[in-house]
């Protein structure tokens, strides 16, 4: 990867990271093309992570999802049209936050 260190996507609780290479590369040809620094605010979380072990683990314990830190409106918008550019099928907006996936069809986004 260019931009990102594979440890930036370790599981807060855990340290443990099973990110799928093909999503990294992924998130790293965005990064490429957005041309701004990313700031990676959950990346990997392992099933016995709090978040997921609430729930039936999702996107993130798959390895294929990241949040991304948002700082302003701008950045928020160029992140998420070249997201679905490159075929990012999983898009939820926060105030601080993008998350991203790559979950089957179809694509879906929403808000927090």
């Given at each position: 990867m260019r931009y990102f260190a594979v440890a930036e996507?370790?599981?807060q609780y855990t340290g443990n990271n099973e990110m799928k290479p093909e999503f990294l590369e992924?998130?790293?040809?965005?990064?490429?093309?957005?041309?701004?620094p990313f700031v990676i605010t959950s990346g990997y979380r392992d099933p016995s992570?709090?978040?997921e072990a609430a729930k039936v683990p999702g996107r993130h314990a798959q390895g294929i999802?990241?949040?991304i830190?948002?700082?302003d409106s701008k950045s928020?918008?160029?992140?998420?049209k070249e997201a679905m550019?490159?075929?990012f099928t999983g898009i939820?907006?926060?105030d601080t936050f993008v998350h991203l996936d790559t979950r089957g069809a179809p694509p879906v986004m929403w808000t927090y």
């Open positions: 996507f370790n599981c992924k998130l790293d040809q965005l990064r490429h093309v957005c041309a701004f992570h709090p978040i999802a990241a949040d830190q948002i700082l928020r918008f160029k992140i998420i550019k490159l075929g939820g907006v926060a």
